[in-house]
Structure formats: C-alpha cells, structure tokens
C-alpha cells in the first residue's frame, strides 16, 4: 500500500444536536455539530439522506443553498431554513 499523503489529522471535540421536527412538507431529522474547525458555522447532517452542508447565517440568506445542498423543494427548505436561524 502507497505512503498516504494527510492534509491534516485532528481530534477535536465537539457538540452535537439531534433534532427531529415535523414541518407542513415533510420530516426532518438532523444532526447539528458545532466545532472549532468551521470559523462559526455549523456542519449540520440530514440523517435521513445523508446529505450535509457546513451552514452560516450567510448560507441561509443565499438563495437556493438549502434546496440544493439537501435536495430539498422550496417549501422543505424554507421550513428548514426556519428552524436553522434558531440555532445558526
């Protein structure tokens, strides 16, 4: 096996959310992380799809970022974008 080249290799400990909501589209069950690593921003994870994004205040005013980060219709990704400006 090749010597693997590392860009870098940190433990760092973090703080996880699980949150699960029903909205009037659809279900969300998510997983927000706040770290160190993401100068303020949150990754956070859709558990049901695996689909995840680092998100800032600045993402969510960004037009289309939810929807596309997530696969989500407008309407799923105004509900998310709701519940994420409480925690972002």
Known sequence: MADLFYLYDDT?????????????ATRFDLAV?????????K???NIQNGRSAIIG?????????LEFAFN???Q????LKTF???VI
Not at 12 to 24: A, I, L, N, P
Request: hydrophobic share 25%; no cysteine.
């Open 43 to 45: 990754l956070v994870i």
């Open 12 to 24: 760092e400990t973090t703080q996880t959310r699980f949150v699960s909501f029903m909205g009037e």
């Open 33 to 41: 992380t706040t770290t160190n690593r993401f100068y303020g921003k």
């Open 76 to 79: 799923e990704a105004e509900e």
């Open 57 to 65: 205040h600045d993402d969510l005013e960004e037009e289309g970022y």
């Open 72 to 74: 989500l219709n407008e």
């Open 84 to 86: 994420l400006e409480t």
